[in-house]
């Protein structure tokens, strides 16, 4: 399916790897420009290098997402390097876990600067772009804690809901100029999901690999954790004029796990 994108340029955050690099990915599949970001140069190069593959363009700028001087000039880079912005897909890494009563106050103001106030600063250096453009979208990947709570990881249950009702809020206020949609990833083969398989492994919970992923698993209705690119295809086409009439949608990409 075309989802015409060819041609347009997306800023996608937190990029280098995971999450944000399948979105990448399958936006550059589709032709679309795409500026990646992280803070390590050389996972920012490796990616850059991968992602070249595909039909769009890829450029990649080193930026911390918690940094406001990081985020201005990514933004700007964008527009330098592509001529303007036509949607934004915001990702974040994960804040640490951990119970309530035993999370300190600090990592509260941490989660809420690298998960919320990441998101803000994008959104209001690249709002005229946006505006401008005859395409423009935002999508914010966050995570099914934002529907159900995942025990002892208080930081993103809380946190997360901040993204979401930020996005709710700029899809009727930005409207009808620019969509805006959240997308609620579940278990995907990510770098770090495979780390948490082989250490399974090693510990003898798990025969193989692939033992591990199944145990993972256990409790998903599709049998299976997803694979990143199966989120990223969703990024895309809620990036598309295929979805011109989805806006303030919270969409779940997690096998069906949710109850709500």
Known sequence: MDLGLDGETALVTASSSGLGKASAASLLSEGANVVIC????????????????????????????????????????????????????????????????????????????????????????????????????????????????????VLSNAVRRGVTGTIKTIAREWAPDVRANVVLPGLHETSRLEELAEQAVERGD????????????????????????????VVAFLASERASYVTGASVPVEGGTLHT
């Not at 897909?89 to 309530?100: H, K």
């Not at 193989?208 to 694979?227: F, K, N």
């Open 38 to 153: 992280g803070r390590r140069a050389g996972a920012l190069r490796e990616a850059e290098e991968e992602l070249s593959e595909h039909p769009g363009e890829v450029a990649g700028v080193e930026a911390d997402i918690t940094d406001p001087d990081d985020i201005a000039a990514l933004v700007s880079a964008t527009r330098e390097t592509f001529g303007g912005i036509d949607h934004v897909v915001t990702s974040a890494g994960g804040p640490p876990s951990g119970s309530f009563i035993d999370t300190p106050e600090e990592e509260w103001y941490d989660a809420y600067d690298l998960l919320v106030m990441s998101l803000v600063r994008v959104l209001k250096h690249a709002h005229d772009d946006l505006v401008e453009s005859d395409a423009g979208t935002v999508t914010a990947i966050t995570s099914t804690s934002v529907a159900e709570p995942i025990e002892s990881l």
């Open 206 to 233: 798990a025969a193989t690999y692939e033992e591990a992923l199944s145990d993972r698993a256990s409790g998903i209705p599709l049998e299976r954790v997803g694979q990143p690119r199966e989120l990223g295809d």
